[in-house]
T-cell receptor, first 111, second 111 residues
């Protein structure tokens, strides 16, 4: 089955700097890669996703890149703000009804 | 607002005492999921329903059961909770296409 590895497990960046979180997946058939943000005491919320027919997608300060050959994808957050502090999960799927998550990255935005 | 609602927010049960967690949705999504999330870990898929079709993950313990009496409701039954079952239980829905909408979760404690 699919296995998703995520790095780093913890990331601290100065407010205003960029943050990058990287994930790799094992199943070459995977074709959908969402990113979720989980704040304390809440369920995860989808922030951006990408399908395997594109290499990059951007939404304001957030972007995701996908390298299908290398089977890795990354989340980029620019101009980080205090409200970006949360746990971020990458995920992968080759069936729309089964999503497998990485172990998460705890992002701290330092003042 | 359309949403995924989980009750209760916190549940305390005794070792071996059956417990039921509930989830309802107003999104009219045909897919519903149950995930288990332990502290600082990725959400782990337990099972999901595609309409009435039940899909059990191979490594989901027999101690866990699920019911979906209609489109809006889904229940997670833990027949004999052990200390290792203490976790956050997340319900999610999807209309297909892979985008999950999560509830806020039920934090289960086992005494």
């Amino acid at each position: 089955g699919e296995n998703v590895e995520q790095h780093p497990s913890t990331l601290s960046v100065q407010e205003g700097d960029s943050a990058v979180i990287k994930c790799t997946y094992s199943d070459s058939a995977s074709n959908y890669f969402p990113w979720y943000k989980q704040e304390l005491g809440k369920g995860p919320q989808l922030i951006i996703d990408i399908r395997s027919n594109v290499g990059e997608k951007k939404d304001q300060r957030i972007a995701v890149t996908l390298n299908k050959t290398a089977k890795h994808f990354s989340l980029h957050i620019t101009e980080t703000q205090p409200e970006d502090s949360a746990v971020y999960f990458c995920a992968a799927s080759h069936r729309d009804d089964k999503i497998i998550f990485g172990k998460g990255t705890r992002l701290h935005i330092l003042p | 607002d359309a949403m995924v609602i989980q009750n209760p927010r916190y549940q305390v049960t005794q070792f071996g005492k059956p417990v039921t967690l509930s989830c309802s949705q107003t999104l009219n999504h045909n897919v519903m999921y149950w995930y288990q999330q332990k502290s600082s870990q990725a959400p782990k898929l337990l099972f999901h329903y595609y309409d009435k079709d039940f899909n059990n993950e191979a490594d989901t313990p027999d101690n866990f059961q699920s019911r979906r009496p209609n489109t809006s409701f889904c229940f997670l039954d833990i027949r004999s909770p052990g200390l290792g079952d203490a976790a956050m239980y997340l319900c999610a829905t999807s209309r297909g296409g892979g985008k999950l909408f999560f509830g806020s979760g039920t934090q289960l404690s086992v005494l």
